[in-house]
Structures are given as C-alpha cells and as structure tokens.
C-alpha cells in the first residue's frame, strides 16, 4: 500500500550479516597498538577510519597523539577543526610546516591550545628562523620532550619555574633571545630530570666567547655541542653523563664538567690554538673513555696537538674513529721525532680497533698510521678508506702500509680502497651524522661496533691464520671468508680496486647475516658476546612489520567498505530505472485509451474511471482490464 510505513528488512539483513562476518581483528588490537598505526597515516586517512565501523566511529578523536609531520596538504582550517573535534587531551603535537605562509597566526593559537591540555611531546620545524614562538610555550609543564627547529624561543618570562618534567631538549637552529647563554643556562637549570640535550647550530644572541654562564646537570646523559660560532659558558657537575659531542672553535672548556664520560666525539676543524692549552691542562684524566671519534686537519699543528692531548686524558680507549678532514698545506712535518715527543706510556694501553677514513695520504697522515701499528701492542684490527681525492693509488698506498712495522702480533691492517666521488661531496653535517649512525657504546667495552667497514673488520679478526700475508680478495669480498697464511706481523686484506664496490660497502649498514656471523666471530676472537644493536635493530623492524601487516588489513576493509557501498548505490540505481519503466508504461496506456473513437460520454467517463484505475494499478505493480470492458 502506498501509505505503508517503510519496510524493516534490508537493515535486519544488513544486521544479521554484520553479526556473521569475522570478528575486527584491528579493534581487538591494544590501543596503543591502534594509536602508533594511526599516527603512521595521513591525518585525513585518520579521520576517515570513521566509516569502518560504530567502534571506529569517533576513535580519531581520542588519539593521544596528532601528528602532522606526514600529513601534507592540510590547511590552518583542518588543523583547527581537528583540535576543536578532540575529545582527550593531546599528548603528543608534531609540525613540520613546509610553507610558511600559513601558520604565523594560527600557531599562537594551536600553542595556548596545546597549553591547557597536558602537552607532552612537542616537535615543531619550521622552514626558516625568524618565527618568534608564543610565550605560552613555557606554560607546558608537563612537557617531556620540547624539539624545535628553525625558530625564534621567546624571553623567558619573570618568574618562569622551569619544565619539571623534561627529559629532552633539542634546538636545531634556533635563535635565543638577548643574553642567550644565560637564558640556556636558565631553561637547562630549570628541567632537573633532562637527560638529553643538542644544540645544533643555535644563535646565542648577545653571547661572548668569554661570558660566564654554567650547563648544569644532574641526570644529564647526553649533551651535543655542534656549531661554526664560538660559545661562552662551560660545563660542570655533569655525574651521569655518559656521551658527549662538541664540534666548534673553542668548544675544549665544554670537557670540564665531562670527566665520568664513556664516549666522546671531538671535531677539531675549527680548532683555536689557545684550544690546545685547554686541553693540555685538562685537571682530570678521561678514564672511563672507551670510545673516541675525532675528525682532524693533519695539515694543522692545532688539530694535531689537539688530538694528542685527548690521546694522552684518555689512556683506556679501545675503540678509535679519525675521519680526516685534511685540507690545504702542511704546517709541519709529523716525523718520527716529532710524534716519539707526544708519546707518553699510558697511550694505547687497551686500543684494539682503529678506523681511519676519507684519508688522503698525506706524509703526516702515513706517519701517523705508522705510529699506531709501532706503538699499540694489543691492536686487532686497523681498516683505512682513501678518500676519493687521494694523493696516490691504492697500489702505492698497500705498498707503504704493508713495510709498517708493528707491536702487536695480532694486528691486521683491513684497506677499503677509495670513496667515490659523490661520497666525498657530502657536506660536514652529513658526515658527522655517519660518524654517530656508525659509534654504539658498549657497557661491557669488549665489544666491536659494525657498519660495513666494521663487519669487514669482524670477518677479519677470525681468520685463523699466521699473520704476514698479503691476499686481495674477489668482487664479493664481503661475503667470502678471507684464508691468509704465512709469517710475519700481521695480514693485509685488500679490496677491488672499483670505487663503486668499495663506496657501497663503507656506506651501506651491513646485514642481518654479517651481524650474525660477527657474532660468531667475535666468540672466537675472544671477546665478550652481546647481543648485537643490528639484531635489536632486526627485531624492532619485525615489530614495524607487523605494525604495517595490520595497517594493511585495515586499508583492505576501507577497501571492503568502499565496494558494499558501491554496489547499494547500484541497486538503488536499478530500482530507480525500474520505477522509470513503470511509469513510461503507464503514460503509454492513458495515451492509448485517450485516442480511442465511438464510445461517447459512457466511454469518455468509463475512460476517465479507466485512467484513475491505470495509475493506481501502475503504481502497485499491476493492471485489471476487465475493469476497463
């Protein structure tokens, strides 16, 4: 009937085969599961998981986290909306702002927002560095991590009582207002539990090479130090410290406050002469150093001395990194005089491995190589990289290493050949950047870090062989065993002369399998096992596996979702062209009675009852044509 109510079948139907499909296997997931697939999408993505189902209903407003960094495309106007939706406060906030058009406003709002939320996790980059921040920054008390790029920090207002909670803090370009130095000093001073701190390249307005300011730490793990500007200030009561990298002209007075520090990067490029005076009275010896990375000029007497005062504070190191940098004309001549004065007894004590890279095989450079393999008498294993621009070949260069004598029976000298060219054009950063990718520190220090040059190394060391041989290994090198034999000091393996080859083992991470075999190795070397960071590395991306395994399942039902809805779509579409034949057939029959002659006024009224009856036949699917007789 055509005043029936709608009937209720299609949504039992729909219903009854929801109540029969298989169970979500993504709603069954922990939420924190949920929340880190989520934050892995676009934000758009995040809001139209909506439609999976009435539990995925309004799920994107409850995310503890709002992650922007892979969203591209959004507007303020998304952003704002996405905040005002928000159901639970917002944990976690990331921006990369590509455009900065845009966000000059809106920011200041987003960060009084984020405020009165519980913040936790901030991370904002922005594409240049004169936007000022709002003060409401420093009204985040419950931050526990605060990363910026790119920008302007705002005066710290008066009586501001620090981040209670901040664990870490990285500045990256950053610019700090008037009196910088003493405005870090305050902000670090004020977070008692940082454990982390990077200075990247920050502008310290106001700050002299001979201000007095103070970077105190009491739970201070980490502090990196890295920038082409002279710096005021020092470092002291720093208890936990356990890693520290300073890259700059007169960054030697940071090392006061770092005398408990098990790893230490140092880059001397940019080192003053008054630097070496520095270093020379260190009060302390660097006694728990067990891994040293410096980056040095040979070509400069202060890189030099400054690199053998460190030598001389850290007597324990066992693990040793030069990334030459060498540059221009030699100042002096590192002769065997020259470097025998440096020498003191306590050097070289524990130093088994040596890596030396982007060398150019300089005299003083040579030397320098030769005074390792004459002076350490527990090295296992030396491996040089030419640097693409070397002085001589790689023929040459295996000559004049091999005639090197050395003090320790087990030392074998690994040659990588030559970089390639484009390895070589990368900038300082990048290099640094390799530089802390390529250094783990060990607590148990018996362990031997591994990126390529390092499994190279490792497959090295357990060769059983009598040392004093020379062998040149195949194309594939890294993944034959290397058999040495002979008498002597030592072995030299020597790779393919093809910079392509040996580029890409210097800068690609060695394999899973090259971890495993390292392992074994190690256990026949007679060092200490461990479980190797590539292993733990192997097992986090399994865990990414799964992640992303899931994330696909639920592309799969957004898939899914989207074909029930196309096919109702055309079902309704059937349905419509059906009503549409219904009512072209109707039309046609009312025509044809309307022309039909002889039946006078009966025919003509028995004609327009006929008509009524057409339409209320058509319309309930059926039509009596005894009724029309």
């Not at 936990?240 to 940071?254: H, M, T, V």
């Not at 390292?518 to 733990?536: A, D, I, N, W």
């Amino acid at each position: 009937m055509a005043g029936s109510p709608p009937t209720r079948k299609p949504r039992l139907a729909a219903e009854a085969a929801a109540a029969a499909a298989p169970p979500d296997l993504l709603s069954s997931l922990p939420l924190e599961v949920l929340d880190n697939i989520l934050s892995r999408v676009h934000i758009r993505a995040v809001v139209r998981t909506s439609v999976l189902s009435r539990a995925w209903r309004g799920r994107w407003e409850s995310l503890p986290s709002v992650d922007l960094t892979r969203s591209l495309g959004i507007v303020p106007a998304n952003i704002d909306a996405l905040l005002l939706r928000r159901s639970a406060p917002v944990r976690t906030f990331r921006l990369d702002a590509h455009d900065g058009s845009w966000y000059v406003d809106a920011l200041h709002d987003w960060l009084l927002y984020l405020s009165r939320n519980g913040i936790r996790d901030l991370n904002l980059s922005f594409p240049r560095g004169n936007f000022r921040l709002h003060s409401s920054l420093f009204s985040c008390r419950e931050l526990t991590s605060l990363k910026l790029k790119s920008c302007r920090l705002p005066p710290t207002p008066p009586g501001f009582a620090g981040f209670p909670c901040l664990k870490t803090l990285e500045l990256c370009k950053v610019i700090v207002p008037e009196h910088g130095g003493r405005q870090l000093e305050a902000l670090i001073g004020a977070s008692p539990l940082l454990e982390k701190v990077e200075l990247l390249k920050a502008e310290l307005l106001g700050d002299d090479p001979d201000d007095e300011w103070v970077i105190r730490g009491p739970n201070l793990r980490e502090l990196a130090i890295v920038s082409d500007l002279p710096y005021g200030g020092r470092t002291e009561d720093l208890p936990r410290l356990q890693e520290g990298s300073l890259f700059g002209p007169n960054y030697a007075k940071f090392l006061m406050g770092m005398a408990g520090v098990t790893k230490l990067n140092f880059f001397c490029l940019h080192c003053w002469p008054t630097e070496v005076d520095v270093l020379d009275k260190l009060p302390f010896l660097l006694k728990n150093v067990t891994t040293l990375v410096v980056a040095m000029n040979f070509t400069k007497m202060a890189d030099i001395l400054s690199i053998f005062c460190l030598l001389r504070s850290a007597p324990y190191i066992e693990d040793l990194d030069i990334w030459g940098c060498s540059d221009g004309k030699q100042e002096i001549d590192a002769e065997d005089d020259f470097l025998n004065a440096q020498w003191a007894d306590c050097m070289f004590s524990k130093l088994r491995v040596v890596r030396m890279k982007k060398i150019v095989c300089l005299c003083n450079e040579l030397q320098f190589v030769e005074f390792i393999l004459s002076k350490a008498k527990v090295l296992q294993v030396l491996s040089i990289l030419l640097s693409s621009s070397a002085l001589c070949s790689n023929e040459e260069a295996l000559t004049w290493i091999t005639e090197y004598p050395r003090a320790s029976p087990d030392a074998q000298v690994i040659f990588l050949g030559r970089e390639s060219a484009n390895n070589s054009s990368a900038n300082a950063s990048s290099e640094n950047a390799e530089v802390d990718e390529s250094q783990t520190t060990d607590n148990e220090h018996d362990s031997i870090n591994t990126d390529t040059d390092d499994s190279e190394v490792d497959e090295a060391q357990t060769i059983d062989s009598e040392p004093g041989s020379v062998n040149r290994s195949a194309a594939d090198a890294e993944a034959e065993e290397i058999d040495t034999s002979g008498s002597g000091r030592g072995s030299i393996c020597m790779s393919p002369d093809n910079a392509e080859d040996s580029t890409q083992r210097a800068s690609v991470n060695a394999s899973t399998e090259n971890a495993v075999l390292e392992e074994k190795q190690m256990t026949g070397s007679g060092l200490v096992p461990y479980v190797h960071p590539q292993r733990r590395q192997r097992l986090d991306l399994e865990s990414v596996a799964q992640l992303e395994q899931l994330e696909d399942e639920m592309i799969e039902l957004q898939k899914q979702v989207q074909l029930d809805l196309e096919e109702r779509r055309l079902e309704l579409e059937s349905a419509q062209k059906g009503n549409s034949l219904i009512q072209q057939e109707r039309e046609i029959m009312i025509s044809c009675l309307q022309a039909t002659p002889g039946l006078g006024d009966t025919a003509a009224s028995a004609q327009g009852a006929s008509s009524e009856n057409v339409v209320n036949g058509a319309s309930s699917g059926h039509f009596n044509s005894s009724q029309h007789a």
